[in-house]
């Protein structure tokens, strides 16, 4: 081992880092403020609302108005510790109602990107809103209507103040999202990001699973890579990690401190970063390299033609997408290839490894063990 990987596990944080909310939980605040002005004439302040995992936590509203058929709440974004580009944004959710038989309908007001290329979990021409804060949204709509008696017809519009300039700052460009920030979250909370922080939460996880004899750990992505692969092996919550995007964090820590058998799982697009040996699979300082995953289709059997829209393609999921027009399974590849590097990482250690690729809702795609 070198001097920089012991320094690197060694290094504590010298202070526990303050969580945030994200734009999905702001917006669902807003959305449920504004709505509630709109249905009785009163806005909620604080508002609170219910997370995916539970938590309820208040949010203040630091602007608001009412009209007669039209209603407005603006939160101002806390990220806690985390160096977000949107801390201290102010994130406005206006409703009014919509002809019945409309149902929810999303709009992307000033500040709210929208999107233009394939290859993103909202389809081409809609608000940048994703899923799960729609979900959030779609929930608070739904309970709110039906408690007083209407249908579920509302406009909800989305604004961020200042987030065209702000969404410069992201890959949002990049990625064919025009005219803002995206809405996002799956949890609705903003966990600080801290590198030395988050690896040593890592070793501390592996370090509590050797504790308790644990034969078989799990790294995941994230959130519902997790809930797959831990259904699918049957592991306690104690034996999941929460790797993130700190795949070598993870692995080298493993390489000095084994566990008999490791589980990798992830995302389409960050397994293709760890198979073409990224061990950091943060967006920020790692892509997924088109012109490799191209030469992977090709070995597969791709033609010219899927080719050169392999290496046009905007995401690692719309390159996913095209190949599976013409049944060429790169998942497969992808999740060998993403073995390999987690078994050079950890050299000689004594750890069986798998690997799980997975789709955005967690669905197993597949399996290299």
Not at 17 to 43: I, M, N, Q, S, V
Not at 234 to 245: K, N, P, R, T, V
Not at 272 to 293: F, T
Not at 295 to 316: F, H, P, W, Y
Request: with cysteine.
């Amino acid at each position: 081992m070198d001097a920089g990987e012991n320094e690197i596990r060694l290094e504590k944080p010298a202070t526990a880092l303050r969580r945030g909310w994200t734009t999905g939980a702001c917006a669902t605040a807003g959305t449920k403020a504004a709505l509630t002005a709109l249905l009785t004439g009163d806005f909620p302040d604080p508002v609170e609302i219910t997370l995916p995992k539970g938590e309820t936590p208040s949010f203040a509203l630091a602007r608001e108005t009412i009209t007669d058929n039209h209603t407005m709440a603006g939160i101002i974004k806390d990220a806690g510790d985390d160096p977000d580009v949107t801390h201290g944004a102010l994130v406005m959710a206006s409703v009014r109602r919509l002809p019945e038989g409309t149902g929810i309908v999303f709009k992307a007001g000033i500040g709210v990107g929208t999107v233009t290329k394939n290859g993103l979990p909202i389809p081409v021409g809609e608000a940048a809103i994703n899923p799960v804060p729609r979900r959030m949204m779609t929930e608070v709509v739904t309970a709110l209507c039906a408690k007083h008696g209407i249908a579920p017809d509302i406009e909800i519009e989305i604004a961020i103040e200042n987030g065209a300039e702000l969404a410069l700052q992201t890959w949002n460009p990049r990625l064919g999202i025009i005219g803002g920030l995206s809405v996002l979250g799956t949890t609705g909370i903003v966990h600080p990001y801290s590198c030395a922080a988050w690896i040593h939460s890592i070793h501390r996880g592996i370090d509590v699973a050797r504790a308790e004899g644990f034969p078989h750990v799990l790294g995941a992505t994230g959130s519902s890579s997790e809930r797959t692969a831990q259904r699918f092996h049957g592991l306690s919550d104690l034996a999941c990690l929460d790797m993130g995007d700190f795949a070598g964090g993870l692995l080298k820590y493993l390489r000095v401190h084994p566990v008999p058998r490791l589980t990798i799982a992830g995302g389409f697009a960050k397994m293709c970063k760890l198979a073409q040996g990224a061990l950091d699979l943060h967006s920020g300082r790692s892509q997924v390299d088109m012109e490799w995953l191209a030469a992977r289709a090709v070995e597969l059997g791709a033609d010219a033609v899927l080719q050169k829209r392999i290496l046009s393609a905007n995401t690692a999921m719309e390159a996913l997408e095209l190949t599976r027009d013409q049944g060429i399974n790169l998942p497969s590849v992808i999740a060998v290839r993403a073995r390999t590097t987690a078994l050079e990482t950890l050299r000689s250690a004594p750890v069986e490894v798998d690997v799980m690729v997975m789709d955005r809702a967690g669905a197993l795609l597949a399996h290299a063990e």
